[in-house]
């Protein structure tokens, strides 16, 4: 707009509105029924929410119905923006422009709109930050969800596990210091923000004040500088630029990833754990949920992400569970309970921060009605174990609040604290005497109404009412002529005349002045309401917490009970065995076939390594990810698909399966396969479990078997670690001969007629073939390249053994090996590379 041109009131009240914000954030400015958007603003929005840009007096502007803002907030914030509302803080006058100030400013990570989140998964705002050098460089991350009240710390001292524990979190938006984007500005998700929230100092001081505490050592985080400062930027973005109350974040807990099994990200995506790469529901997540609350889907989702390696804590998930099938009447009666429970973490979360409404107070009140009916089932269990006994004590009983909103509010209450109608009968004598003057008012009309029609004549007259005129006669156009003289004319209409009478406008004060006055103390008695939750903030989290942990172990037990799971031992050692072990996501998907049930047996001396052969389609990468669900199951403290198991604790899962490329980083197949397979052998531990699947595949022959290999090796020697490695190189199963811990497995098929049969079932000792030309057969290739395949196969293997006419000598044995570097020796030219 010209400076020369004067700006109107409500233009020049926008403008300093506008300028009080970071130019990213898009401005909603309330304007009556609707809000608009003006200048740059409108011109980004309207095509995002698909509304007409239209100028006036030059100035590009844009609006959307109040009344249907949730939507298209949710399309701005789901583009990546950030929304401000700046809403009318005073009632219209003439002559006056209307007062108003931002509301409050949604970004991803802070909708409290229940119906814009997904119930099944935090939603986190994360800050990372680096600092120190050599080995004492610390990466420190945070996380808050504002929708909950959870907030929490971690350090690492490599980036790539601060990148891992990003992808599990996936949080909704990820801080960065401004001067530290070279170092981290890889980090999915990241965007810039004031480094000075980032400085120690800085960050210390806003925690400590936020928490009203002169030390950070009581929530043993004190020396993690690097996890300091970004929860402290974290704090600082919440509260200073999107203006948020934080009082609901009332705790700091320390994420100690030393505790948990690590999953790296590629890892994470290979076993299908919450997300599958086929795009289907099939994932570890989906086929344990059968949780009764979001509280308890949200728990599941962070236990499934992050296993444990405590033996104490899952022994104790183990006993309750085994409590629970032990007496599956009361494991009914608790279900049964919880799905009557709402999310009592966000509704809680949503009115102590002031935007609840008094459906959100109905939802909680009847939640904690449920709860005494749910701790007697509870304290019902017999051989109380210790973590129930600890879950009874956390989930409190609520008589006050439960009493205090039984007598309060509405059975139906409306969705806004302003429309009235929310407050029982009997609560507020103020309110009662308010109302009975309304409803007297409004008998008086219903009986002035009929006394007019019999003083008139006039059957058709009726009293109505609008937000214009108020209370007024409406007489059709065929009876003006018997309208009395002391009817006052308001408005001529094409069928009607409208009229008011000094009586009726003298009630019509004492009806809307009895209304207003009954929805401000409606409003004053919600806001009071609501004021009490705060002041059980804490155990009400705490309450919400309990109760999540307790959903969970129910949906392991359910799970357990339906599909027949038993319960893992859990030892230190080294070892690993199943009996008749299911692939826990398979055997309830799988609707073609039944599936095949396998063992398996894995000792720290005699096999912590198995080579798997045979074809493809036979079931070798089913096999071998079902013993790493397994083992990861059992670390959530699950019961698991098998008839026995025996576990011995694992500190890292590692899964390399699959072929892909990685376009964005210009990777290509085998060099993604290579990162992934330096990532297991630079970061595994004797007490990993590694899961390989056709490592070296993605390149020739000769380096694709000497990598394969090598790594087997190296897993063997170097790290000790239980590894399955599922390979078509056959050759690598010489490596049993000369090394005690391999041992070499196949999966078992049957040839008939030129097919193959797939048995699902492993066995001992090396596959004796491929199987390919089979496989390409049940593939739909045509017949003619099927027997062109199967000449030149036969032609192969026969060159294959043939001896060397130029040596004149017979070929050593396909397993004869050198005695120094113990790599095999043949005439085979595959094996050519190691004679």
Known sequence: MSATKKLTPMMAQYQAIRRSLPDDILLLYRLGDFYEMFFEDAKIAAPILNVALTKRHDVPMAGVPHHAATGYIAKLVKAGKRVA??????????????????????????????????????????????????????????????????????????????????????????????????????????????????????????????????????????????????????????????????????????????AHVLIDTASQLNLDLVQSRSGTQHTLLATLDRTATPMGARKLRDWVLHPLRDLETLNARLDTVEQLLAEPYLLSKLRESLKEIRDIERTTGRLSQGSGNPRDLKTLHNSLDRIPALREDLAALPNTGTLSSLLLSQIEEFPTLTELFGEALHDEPPASPKDGNLIRDGYSAELDELRSASREGKNWLAELQESERQRTGIETLKIKFNNVFGYFLEVTKSKVSLVPDDYQRKQTMANAERYVTPALKEMEQKILGSDERAKALEYDLFVHLRQQVCEHLAPLQKTADALATLDVLLSFAETAQRYQHSRPKLTTDRSLHLTNARHPVLEQTLVEEKFVPNDTGMDPESGRLHILTGPNMAGKSTYIRQVALITLMAQMGAYVPAEKATIGLVDKIFCRVGASDDLSQGQSTFMVEMNETALIVNNATADSLVILDEIGRGTATFDGLSIAWAVAE??????????????????????????????????????????????????????????????????????????????????????????????????????????????????????????
């Not at 199963?733 to 079932?761: M, P, Q, S, Y």
């Not at 199987?771 to 003619?784: C, E, F």
């Not at 050198?818 to 095999?824: F, L, V």
């Open 714 to 835: 190296h897993l063997h020697d170097k790290t000790q670690c239980r590894a399955l490695f599922a390979t078509h190189y056959h050759e690598l199963c010489d490596l049993a001969a000369t090394r005690e811990g391999i041992e070499n497995h196949n999966v078992a098929v049957r040839e008939w007629n030129e097919d193959i049969i797939f048995l699902r079932k492993i066995q001992p000792g090396p596959a004796d073939k491929s199987y390919g030309i089979q496989v390409a057969r049940l593939a739909g290739l045509p017949q003619a390249i099927i027997s062109r395949a199967t000449e030149i196969l036969s032609h192969l293997e026969m060159n294959s053994h043939k001896p060397d006419a130029k040596k004149k000598a017979n070929p050593k044995p396909k397993n004869t090996r050198d005695t120094h570097d113990n790599m095999p020796q043949a005439n085979n030219p595959q094996m050519d590379l190691f004679g």
């Open 85 to 258: 509302l700046a809403e009318q803080t005073s009632e219209p006058k003439p002559g006056q422009i209307v007062e108003r100030e931002i509301a409050q400013i949604i970004s991803a990570s802070t909708i409290d709109d229940l119906t814009l989140l997904d119930d099944t998964r935090h939603n986190y705002l994360a800050a990372a930050c680096l600092l120190g050098s050599g080995k004492k460089l610390r990466y420190g991350l945070a996380c808050a969800d504002h929708s909950t009240g959870e907030f929490s710390l971690a350090e690492f001292t490599d980036l790539d596990l601060l990148r891992d524990e990003i992808h599990r979190l996936a949080p909704s938006e990820l801080l960065i210091a401004d001067d530290q984007l070279q170092q981290l500005g890889g980090l999915p998700g990241a965007f810039p923000y004031d480094a000075y929230a980032f400085l120690a100092e800085t960050a210390t001081h806003t925690l400590q004040d936020h928490f009203k505490v002169k030390s950070l050592r009581g929530f043993g985080c004190a020396e993690m500088t690097s996890a300091i400062c970004a929860g402290g930027a974290a704090l600082h973005y919440l509260v200073h630029q999107l203006r948020r109350n934080c009082d609901h974040l009332s705790t700091l807990t320390v994420h100690d990833h030393s």
